[in-house]
Each structure stands twice: as structure tokens, then as C-alpha cells.
């Protein structure tokens, strides 16, 4: 199935849940109560909303750069911006020697990106711009909007299952084993919508993976790409600066905390061992059937970003 197909059905569906369970809340409670969990939810959102592109700021340290200093970066975003048919996102370095790249944002036009200064140190400039890419794309399909719409679904649940399993003031003994089982309910749909979540952000990877290669970018390029900064973020295993970006790591082009575990599964890709997946490779591997073991398939299950595995496999696909 495509993948827009795809999480036009997920958001679906966690809409469907978060709609019965408000339905099923109103019948048992009244309207009023669902409607507080939702505007409490509301205004959660709302805050994160505008204060999380300075949380991100600050936990990256980043530092906004014009084009007299970094005169290359800004060529290339602007040219991505002006292919996808975007306002120029600001330009910015994290001051973190993970090699990693990012894009946040409130809106198209409020876009900003940003990159490493430990992946500007592995990547050549076709790599680089296929990164950058990737985070266009980001931008270009409003993912952090989408992706916080959804996160508040389960946020919801969460509220919602607390309440009613564990306040019994004002209600009948009747109401109250009914109130207790709907939050027992909305629990475990709180742990399902959360795994739905994941996978949503895992389809967004995907998407932006293949909105990189449509911007004009190389698919092999963008797996040598992701080959190297899972090489790189390898060699920070539990390093204090991957704790520092613990809580950001969602916003990156890998999973950083993973790239010790993925370093083995990818030297099949790179059959040469140049450290690189060229043309030849990842033509190679459209052939071939990824096989993953049970444990890195439930691995995959809790994280935001796909096994790298089937992500080069995806961008073998797209080769020509």
C-alpha cells in the first residue's frame, strides 16, 4: 500500500478510537466532562505549540547562520526551497558533534533547518543536499504539525483512563465500576494509539525520504548518506552528548541511539566496504528480499524512525 494511502488510514483510525471513546464518555459522564479532556488537550498542544522551536533551540544549541558564513548550505536550501515551492527555511548549525540534521517549525513559512557540525565533517556535497532534502520535505508535508495532532490522541487517553479509573467521587457504585472499565478501556487503547503514533512518524520518514530523491536528489546518494551517519552516531554509544538530545532525537534525519545496532545489518549493503552504497549496490538490493529477526522487528515497533534496513531497501525502489 502507498503510503500516503497508508497514513490517510491511520489517521482515520485513531480518530475513529478517540471518537468512541469520547462518545462512549459522554453516554456514561455527560458532554461536559469529554469536552473538558479536549480542551485541556487544546491547550496543552497550544503551549507546545509555541514554545517548542525554543526548546529545540536550546536543547540543540544552535547557532542561525547567514549566508556570508556558511554560503554553500544556504545555496542548497534555497534551491530545495525554491523546488518544492517553499518560502527559504532559516539556516542554522548545531553546535553538537553528533552527525545528524533536523527541521522544526510552526508553519511552511515559519521553517528552519539545520544541520550537525559533525555531519557537515562526513558527508560530501551530493550527500549533504539529499539530507537537506529529506528535512525539506519534512517542511514541505507540515509532519510536525501532523505528527503532534496525532500525539495528542493518545495524550487524551491518557487523561482520560487516569480520571476514570481512579476518581469515584459523586458517582454511584453502578457508575462507578462502568467509569472504571471504560478507563481501563481507553488505557489500553492509550498504549495502541501510542504504537499507531510511532508508526505514523515511521511512514513520515519514508515519505520524506522519497520527497528528497523527488526534489532532484540521488537515492543512492541519500543511503550512502544515511550509511554514514549511522557509522558516525555509532561511535557516540552513550556519549553525554546523545543523552543531551535524548528528548530530540524524534527530529532527526536517523535514530542516533540505534546506530550502534544497525552498523552490523548494513555491511551487507556496502559489499565493497568503501563506506559508501553506490549506484551498483543499492541497484542490487532491489533484487533482494530484507529479512529481519523478531527482535528487530519489536525494536522497530517503539521507535519513531524505520529499521535502516528497509529504509535503503525503500530507497532502492526508487531507482531508476
Avoid at 475513529?16 to 469536552?35: C, D, E, S
Avoid at 514554545?51 to 554553500?72: C, F, H, N, Y
Wanted: contains cysteine.
Amino acid at each position: 500500500m502507498g503510503l500516503q494511502a497508508r497514513m490517510y488510514l491511520l489517521v482515520i483510525l485513531l480518530f475513529a478510537i478517540i471518537y468512541g471513546v469520547m462518545v462512549a464518555v459522554g453516554n456514561l459522564m455527560g458532554i461536559t466532562n469529554a469536552l473538558f479532556y479536549i480542551i485541556m488537550t487544546i491547550v496543552i498542544l497550544g503551549l507546545q505549540y509555541l514554545i517548542s522551536p525554543a526548546l529545540v533551540g536550546w536543547t540543540m544549541r544552535i547557532k542561525w547562520v547567514s549566508e556570508q558564513e556558511q554560503p554553500d548550505l544556504h545555496k542548497m536550501v534555497a534551491e530545495l526551497a525554491q523546488t518544492a515551492g517553499l518560502p527559504k527555511p532559516k539556516v542554522g548549525i548545531s553546535q553538537l558533534n553528533i552527525p545528524n540534521a533536523f527541521a522544526f517549525g510552526r508553519t511552511q513559512r515559519d521553517g528552519r533547518i539545520c544541520v550537525t557540525q559533525g555531519i557537515m565533517k562526513i558527508l560530501n556535497r551530493n550527500e549533504l543536499r539529499a539530507v537537506l532534502g529529506h528535512e525539506m520535505s519534512h517542511i514541505k508535508h507540515n509532519d510536525m504539525a501532523i505528527i503532534t495532532l496525532l500525539s495528542a490522541i493518545p495524550m487524551i487517553l491518557y487523561h482520560l483512563a487516569w480520571s476514570l479509573m481512579w476518581s469515584r467521587s459523586g458517582r454511584s457504585k453502578d457508575n462507578g465500576n462502568s467509569a472504571a472499565l471504560l478507563g481501563f478501556a481507553a488505557f489500553i487503547l492509550y498504549f495502541i494509539t501510542n504504537l499507531l503514533v510511532l508508526y505514523g512518524s515511521r511512514i513520515r520518514e519514508y515519505y520524506a525520504d522519497e520527497g528528497s530523491v523527488k526534489l532532484g536528489n540521488k537515492p543512492h546518494d541519500m543511503a550512502t548518506a544515511l550509511y554514514r551517519l549511522v557509522h558516525g552516531d555509532a561511535r557516540f554509544k552513550d556519549s553525554a552528548e546523545l543523552k543531551q538530545a535524548e528528548s530530540v532525537r524524534a527530529f532527526f534525519v536517523n535514530d542516533p541511539a540505534r546506530a550502534w545496532y544497525e552498523v552490523k545489518e548494513l555491511a551487507q549493503v556496502d559489499r565493497d566496504m568503501n563506506g559508501a552504497i553506490d549506484f551498483n549496490e543499492l541497484s542490487d538490493l532491489r533484487q533482494k528480499q530484507v529479512r529481519l529477526g523478531v527482535a528487530d522487528k519489536m525494536m522497530e515497533v517503539f521507535t519513531t524512525h524505520p529499521n535502516m534496513l528497509k529504509r535503503i531497501k525503500h530507497l532502492s525502489t526508487l531507482t531508476g
